[in-house]
């Protein structure tokens, strides 16, 4: 006796055979036969966009988290140095190479001591860093140390021109040498130093004290 079969591989597989004997029952269908074809056709057509709506729902929150990610890292905003609540800090980074000065801000903090200070990089107008590079290294002033101050001027005169005028006395300033000034021998360190601490008072107004310009070390600079 002979049969007819039946498969669907996709979207989801199934497979039937009818025998020949009901192939005439099956070419005149009745009310039921054809109730039982069309709710099959409408489950396999409802699996289909079940399918393709957990796709396109998953693209989507890729693409949602994406965008996030990418409004945080470019929806930077200028500081607003019209803020009275906002305090502000200098260091600069006097390495083997050259010298750097990084200017940051901060809102004054809730007074909760399980918080800690929001601090970030302050931003010019145009939304870039406060940042400025000069070279070389302040080791190259071993020999004239009486040059040290000279040679970080332009750095604080960057420094102040972006922060409010009269923020400038409670604005702490660090000066932290590495790896260019470790090898010098101490006293060569000591009167680059010196220079610094002596000289940058008369010209700026930032909070400045001996203890804030050193010689750190490479494990402190690793941090």
């Keep these: ?38 709710l099959l056709l409408g489950l396999i057509g409802l699996l289909y966009l079940l399918l393709l709506s957990k796709g396109h729902a998953s693209w989507l929150r890729e693409e949602n988290h994406f965008h996030r990610h990418l409004a945080r890292v470019t929806d930077v905003d200028a500081t607003d140095t019209s803020n009275p609540d906002l305090n502000y800090g200098l260091v600069v980074d006097c390495g083997s190479s050259g ?3 990084f200017v940051y801000c ?11 200070l929001d ?8 939304r870039k860093p406060v940042v400025m590079k000069i ?5 190259e002033l071993a020999k004239t140390p009486e040059k040290a101050s000279d040679y970080i001027y332009p750095l604080l005169s ?7 005028k009269n923020k ?3 604005t702490p300033l660090y000066i932290l040498c590495t790896a260019g000034m470790r090898i010098l021998p101490e006293s060569q360190q000591e ?3 010196e220079d610094l601490r002596t000289d940058i008072p008369v010209h700026f107004n930032f909070l400045f004290s001996d203890s804030h310009v050193e010689v750190i070390s490479g494990k402190q600079e690793g941090k």
Excluded: Y
């Design 135 to 139: 070279k070389p290294g302040i080791s």
């Design 191 to 193: 009167a680059l130093l």
């Design 99 to 101: 010298s750097r000065v």
């Design 158 to 164: 960057f420094a102040a021109q972006h922060i409010p």
């Design 119 to 126: 601090i970030q990089q302050m931003r010019d107008q145009h």
């Design 168 to 170: 400038h006395q409670e």
């Design 1 to 38: 006796m002979g049969r007819i079969s039946f498969s669907c591989l996709f979207p989801a597989s199934w497979h039937f055979s009818l025998s020949s004997l009901f192939l005439p029952r099956l070419l005149t269908p009745s009310l039921r036969q054809l109730l039982f074809i069309g």
């Design 106 to 116: 901060w809102p004054r903090h809730n007074g909760n001591p399980h918080e800690l």
